[in-house]
């Protein structure tokens, strides 16, 4: 008798065990910080002020997707309380402060940033062709044209 007392509620702590599994993975998906994306993905990063530049810099994203897709770049353009990127999941609540955190960047500002986290080439606007020259002569990015030559 006390061995079928037990069953349920073996049952009920592997269901409750799968549940918490499930919660705690739902929340790895969200974005809090760009260090997340580290050895995965190059980023650039935009800080805007004004929305002329915004419908700009996104119709050249979208004209050079594929260019950017190939590179893994994520972009994310970071306006006062709002984020537009190509990420494809979810961003945190926090990501908008712990980006503006660990990149104080004051007005309009474009960074490259390296798989490896570090700031690769800032300037005053987005140049595309210029992040992929840049992107092209990592020796990282070398190694990933030289294994998909293969």
Known sequence: MLKTEA????YVMLIMSFLLSTVVYSGQDELQ??????????????????????????????????????????????????????????????????????????????LLIGKDGHIKAKGAELNLNFIFREVDSMPMRQQEIKNSVQ
């Open 33 to 110: 910080n760009i260090n997340q994306l580290r050895w995965e993905n190059r980023i650039i990063l935009i800080y805007s002020t004004g929305k002329d530049n915004d419908i700009v810099n996104i119709r050249l994203f979208t004209k050079y997707e594929e260019k950017i897709n190939e590179r893994d770049l994520v972009w994310f353009i970071i306006k006062e309380s709002e984020v537009i990127t190509n990420y494809s999941n979810t961003l945190s609540n926090e990501f908008l402060s712990n980006t503006k955190n660990r990149f104080p960047i004051e007005g309009d500002k474009a």
């Open 7 to 10: 069953r349920p509620v073996k």
